[in-house]
Every structure is written in structure tokens, then in C-alpha cells.
Nanobody, 114 residues
Framework: QVQLVESGGGLVQPGGSLSLSCASSATDFSSYSMGWYRQLPGKQRDCVAK????????RDEDFAKDRFITSRDDAKKMTYLQINNRKPEDTGVYYC???????WGQGTQVTVSS
């Protein structure tokens, strides 16, 4: 069973960048497509972006195109989500998902507040 562990969340001030990381235990990680999701307070869990295997092509949701950058490092079995120009409305729990194996990470809390 693949395990995913997110890190990098916390309490941050508006502005600046924040990088979230997701470590995978998969032995053939490069074969899997990955995704980042978030659950804002009182809302359902929504997709932020997906990054596909092989060519690393990304597909961002409309709201994420301006400030969110998704990347992956197959050698390290890592997926990253960079949030630029942090805003209070980014506050929520961010989840990593292995789209191929349909596995969720435990999530990491991001709180943007002054």
C-alpha cells in the first residue's frame, strides 16, 4: 500500500510563498500521476492541480493558475505545491493524492493570517 506524507504547512502571514511537500513510499513513483487538493473551512475537498507521470504535464484548476505551482521530483519520490502571494482565503487543509493508486495523504494545515 502506497503511503503519502505531506509537510510544509503551518501558520504564515499573507504574502510571500509557501511550499508544501508530499513524500511517496511507492517503488515506481514515476509511473504515477499525482494531485493536490484542498479543503477550505466548511467546504468540500477540491482539486488544486494535477501533475501527470512521464512528462510531468500539469493541469491546474482555474483558481490555481495564477498563484499555485505544482512540480515533482521522481528521483526523490516527491511532489510539491508552491503557493505564491499567500492569502487568508488559502487557509485550509491541503492533501496530496496518488491519482493512480487512489491514495490520500493525511493532509497538512495551512493557515494564512496576519
Amino acid at each position: 500500500q502506497v503511503q503519502l506524507v505531506e509537510s510544509g504547512g503551518g501558520l504564515v502571514q499573507p504574502g510571500g510563498s509557501l511550499s508544501l511537500s508530499c513524500a511517496s513510499s511507492a517503488t515506481d513513483f514515476s509511473s504515477y500521476s499525482m494531485g493536490w487538493y484542498r479543503q477550505l473551512p466548511g467546504k468540500q475537498r477540491d482539486c488544486v492541480a494535477k501533475i501527470y507521470n512521464k512528462d510531468g504535464h500539469t493541469r491546474d484548476e482555474d483558481f490555481a493558475k495564477d498563484r499555485f505551482i505544482t512540480s515533482r521530483d521522481d528521483a526523490k519520490k516527491m511532489t510539491y505545491l508552491q503557493i505564491n502571494n499567500r492569502k487568508p482565503e488559502d487557509t485550509g487543509v491541503y492533501y496530496c493524492r496518488d491519482l493512480t493508486k487512489r491514495v490520500w495523504g493525511q493532509g497538512t494545515q495551512v493557515t494564512v493570517s496576519s
